[in-house]
């Protein structure tokens, strides 16, 4: 049984910083695909940035120049390195990574920001 724990959300104030973790236990093989997505009160869950297994990083433009996504394969974890925070940021983050054709995401972990 596959599973994704992450941490690292909590309060921060407008302009400070937050580092997310989620790890992958269970049965791995490898993984392909990882990233980070969000979801705020009302609204669809949206991707914030993914990382393939080659290295590709993609970043939602909301996000591009303050956010850094990273992966260490050994570990199978994928970190969301946040900056400058805004309001706008607050949400809920999930991780997701594909492992064996199928995709996992975690229970999410509560990113506040405050004005």
């Known amino acids: 049984q596959v599973q994704l724990v992450e941490s690292g959300g909590g309060l921060v104030q407008a302009g400070g910083s937050l580092r997310l973790s989620c790890v992958a236990t269970?049965?791995?093989?490898?993984?392909?695909?990882m990233g980070w997505y969000r979801q705020a009160p009302g609204q669809q869950r949206e991707l914030v940035a993914t990382?393939?297994?080659?290295?590709?990083?993609n970043y939602a433009d909301s996000v591009k120049g303050r956010f850094t996504i990273s992966r260490d394969n050994a570990k199978n974890t994928v970190f969301l390195q946040m900056s400058s925070l805004k309001p706008e940021d607050t949400a809920v983050y999930y991780c997701?990574?594909?492992?064996?054709?199928?995709?996992?995401w975690g229970q999410g972990t509560q990113v506040t920001v405050s004005s």
């Open positions: 997701k990574m594909g492992i064996w054709s199928i995709d996992y």
């Open positions: 269970g049965r791995i093989f490898s993984i392909g695909d």
């Open positions: 990382i393939t297994g080659g290295g590709r990083i």
